[in-house]
C-alpha cells in the first residue's frame, strides 16, 4: 500500500504586514527627525533675528539674558505695583459701600477741564509726553480722583475766613486781576487740600482695619 506523502505546509510568517510595518515604523521615525530638525532650525533663526527676546546686553561678549533682566524688574517694581492696586482695590471697596460710582463721562469731562487749565489739548498732551504718563493712565488717575472727591467732598468745608486768608497770601498771583475767577480758583484749591487731608486720614483708618494678605 503506497504510502500518502504528507506535505509539510510552511507556516505563514506574514512577510508581507511584517515588512510594511516596519517601512511604516521607518517612515514615522523619519517624519519625526525631520519635524525636530525643523523645530531646531526655527529657534535657530528666531534667536538669531529676534535675538532681544532671549539676550538683552552682552558684556565683554558674555549675554546678559532677558530672563535676568525680567527677574530684576519683577524684583524691584512687584511691591510698589502690589502696594499700589492693593490700595486702588480698598478705595473701590469704599466707593462701592457708600454706593459711589465714577461713569466714564464723568473721567472725560475732568480731562478736558485739565485740558482747557494747560492752554489745551495739544499743550497738554505734550505736559503728559514729558513726564511720561499716557491717556490710559491719566484716564485711571482720574477716575480715583474723583471717587476721592465724591467720598469726602460733603466734609471739606471752607470758612470765610479761611478763603480771605488764602486769596490775601496770594494777592500777587496773576489771577487776582479777575477777583470772582480768582475766589473760584481759591476755593477749588483749598477745597482740594482739604479733601487730600482727609483722605490721607480715612484712607489709613480703611487700610489698618482691611484684611490684606500678601504673597
Not at 498771583?173 to 480715612?202: R, V
Request: charged letters at 30%; a positive charge; glycine letters at 4%.
Amino acid at each position: 500500500m503506497a504510502r500518502k506523502s504528507i506535505s509539510k505546509t510552511k507556516p505563514k510568517t506574514g512577510g508581507l504586514e511584517v515588512t510594511d510595518t516596519f517601512k511604516s515604523s521607518a517612515k514615522r521615525r523619519l517624519n519625526k527627525k525631520g519635524f525636530i530638525f525643523i523645530i531646531i532650525i526655527g529657534l535657530i533663526l528666531l534667536g538669531f533675528y529676534k535675538k532681544s527676546w532671549f539676550v538683552a546686553a552682552t558684556v565683554n561678549n558674555q549675554p546678559l539674558t532677558t530672563l535676568e533682566v525680567i527677574q530684576r524688574m519683577s524684583a524691584i517694581y512687584k511691591e510698589k505695583t502690589v502696594t499700589q492696586l492693593v490700595n486702588e482695590k480698598i478705595l473701590e471697596q469704599e466707593a462701592a459701600k457708600n454706593k459711589i460710582l465714577v461713569t466714564q463721562a464723568e473721567v472725560d469731562q475732568k480731562i478736558t477741564e485739565t485740558e482747557n487749565q494747560y492752554g489745551g489739548k495739544e499743550s497738554f498732551e505734550s505736559l503728559l509726553a514729558q513726564q511720561g504718563l499716557t491717556r490710559s493712565e491719566l484716564a485711571r488717575q482720574t477716575r480715583f480722583q474723583l471717587i476721592v472727591e465724591k467720598l469726602y467732598e460733603k466734609d471739606a468745608t471752607i470758612s470765610a475766613e479761611e478763603l480771605q486768608k488764602f486769596m490775601d497770601e496770594n494777592s500777587s498771583a496773576p489771577e487776582a486781576t479777575e477777583p470772582a475767577k480768582f475766589k473760584k480758583l481759591a476755593e477749588d484749591q483749598l477745597k482740594q487740600q482739604k479733601i487730600s487731608s482727609i483722605f490721607n486720614e480715612k484712607f489709613q483708618q480703611l487700610k489698618t482695619t482691611a484684611k490684606i494678605q500678601i504673597f
